[in-house]
């Protein structure tokens, strides 16, 4: 005779929502089986020892999905997440945070194809501009720009080093018809007593 009474089972059923599928020989959820959670959450695909372990799909209840791979309750390897605002991302998992390689598609039609961190754009990556048709492609240091990069743009790029998703120091303009323009990107300082807050201005190597 089990030691847990009726209403111990019904409280732990309760806890775990409902589930139709395979068990293991110490009732576990074990192999395929499709579960729908307290909360109004519902998932299918396979288990391990009462864990999401495996492949599998799981639909939140406030519209997104995620299609991928499972490590003991966790998104871990390579799946597809889809997210109430439209945006999505196909690419590596590491323990429910991005990281590796994968590329995210925003609501505005931008899409970055790179590396993560995180949950952050962090290391090599190509991040297109849907509305300009600009690119850039460069280094990335906790979703910003950072470091060496260059903008590509329909007729010139410019290469050059970043701070803050901002081209600042030493670069150069690159134009389709061959010629090229070295400088240098400087922060002017702000003025308080006008308001002006400093921008960047380029300076022409020729200018120096």
Known sequence: MSDTGSDDLENE???????????NAEGERH???????????????????????????YYFKNGARYVG???QNMKHGQGLFYYPDGSKYEGSWDKDVRKGHGVYTYPNGDMYDGEWLHHLRH??????????????KGSWVNGNMESGGEY??????????FAN??????????????????GE???????????????????????K
Not at 31 to 55: C, F, K, T
Not at 189 to 196: N, Y
Request: one cysteine or more; proline letters at 5%; charged letters at 25%.
């Open 13 to 23: 059923r309760n806890k775990l929502g409902e589930y139709e599928g395979d068990r």
């Open 165 to 182: 998703n901002k081209p600042l120091g030493p670069g150069k303009y690159v134009f389709d018809n061959g010629c090229e323009q070295g």
């Open 152 to 161: 590509i743009h329909c007729n010139h790029r410019y290469k050059g080093i």
């Open 123 to 136: 290391g090599q990556g190509l991040y297109h501009f849907h509305e300009t048709g600009s690119k850039y």
């Open 69 to 71: 791979d499972y490590y």
């Open 185 to 207: 990107f400087q922060q002017t300082e702000p003025d308080e007593s006008d308001g002006d807050a400093g921008v960047l201005k380029w300076i022409p190597n020729c200018m």
């Open 31 to 57: 192999g395929v089986g499709r579960a729908v959670l307290p909360n109004g959450d519902i998932y299918q695909g396979h288990y391990e020892n009462g864990m999401r372990h495996g492949s599998g799909t």
